[in-house]
């Protein structure tokens, strides 16, 4: 019963692995005089020209003489977009009590968020199938992934807010006219706690 409960955990743990790889691509042509052309390579005569769309739907056409070579590589449009938009950590914090990595989702992490939702899920169906031995099991592993997506959540969103004006940061912010007040988790000889921190 042991070896159903460990082969199954390494599943739900192995499972969002493939998730990883698939990033967004796109076609990258470097041009003879030094230009990088970003998009979709939309028709190609081999050995004479070659056809790109960029995101703003602009059409290039060039030949294959002014190439200097062509790779496919990660997309950072989306990424850098993500970052500019403001994330609300309260909301992140929420949708997180909801469904573990669904504030992970909501900041546009999506490889961690269905990594947290998986194994939550294997957490919930060990408890669910698992005999009175195994449950605490899937409780604790349910548990675990609940509470760093919980944890995790309104840190992202705040980290992906630093670049933005009055933004520092805090696992909590309230942004007023007078200043921002944080809000953090902080460890003391007592244990672990919270502390505010105010600026002006």
């Given at each position: 019963?042991?070896?159903?409960?460990?082969?199954?955990?390494?599943?739900?743990?192995?499972?969002?692995?493939?998730?990883?790889?698939?990033?967004?691509?796109?076609?990258?042509?470097?041009?003879?005089?030094?230009?990088?052309?970003?998009?979709?390579?939309?028709?190609?005569?081999?050995?004479?020209?070659?056809?790109?769309?960029?995101?703003d739907?602009?059409?290039?056409?060039?030949?294959?003489?002014?190439?200097?070579?062509?790779?496919?590589?990660?997309?950072?449009?989306?990424?850098?977009?993500?970052?500019r938009?403001?994330?609300?950590?309260v909301?992140?914090?929420?949708?997180?009590?909801?469904?573990?990595?669904?504030?992970?989702?909501?900041?546009?992490?999506?490889?961690?968020?269905?990594?947290?939702?998986?194994?939550?899920?294997?957490?919930?169906v060990?408890?669910?199938?698992?005999?009175?031995?195994?449950a605490?099991?899937?409780?604790?592993?349910?548990?675990?992934?609940?509470?760093?997506?919980?944890?995790?959540?309104?840190?992202?969103?705040?980290?992906?807010?630093?670049?933005?004006?009055?933004?520092?940061?805090?696992?909590?912010?309230?942004?007023?006219?007078?200043?921002?007040?944080?809000?953090?988790?902080?460890?003391?000889?007592?244990?672990?706690?919270?502390?505010?921190?105010?600026?002006?």
């Open positions: 019963m042991k070896q159903r409960v460990l082969l199954l955990l390494i599943l739900v743990l192995l499972g969002p692995l493939p998730l990883i790889a698939q990033q967004e691509m796109q076609d990258v042509v470097y041009l003879k005089d030094g230009s990088v052309i970003r998009g979709v390579i939309i028709e190609q005569v081999p050995g004479v020209s070659l056809k790109i769309k960029t995101r739907s602009n059409i290039f056409v060039y030949k294959i003489t002014d190439v200097e070579k062509m790779t496919k590589e990660t997309s950072t449009d989306a990424k850098e977009l993500k970052v938009s403001e994330k609300s950590p909301l992140a914090l929420g949708l997180s009590l909801l469904v573990p990595g669904g504030g992970q989702y909501y900041n546009g992490q999506s490889v961690k968020g269905a990594m947290m939702t998986v194994v939550a899920a294997g957490g919930a060990v408890m669910v199938t698992g005999d009175h031995h195994e605490p099991y899937g409780l604790l592993v349910y548990a675990v992934a609940a509470v760093w997506s919980l944890i995790d959540a309104p840190i992202a969103a705040n980290l992906m807010n630093q670049e933005r004006e009055n933004s520092y940061g805090h696992l909590l912010e309230l942004n007023t006219r007078v200043g921002v007040a944080g809000l953090d988790v902080a460890m003391s000889s007592k244990g672990v706690g919270a502390k505010i921190v105010l600026h002006f």
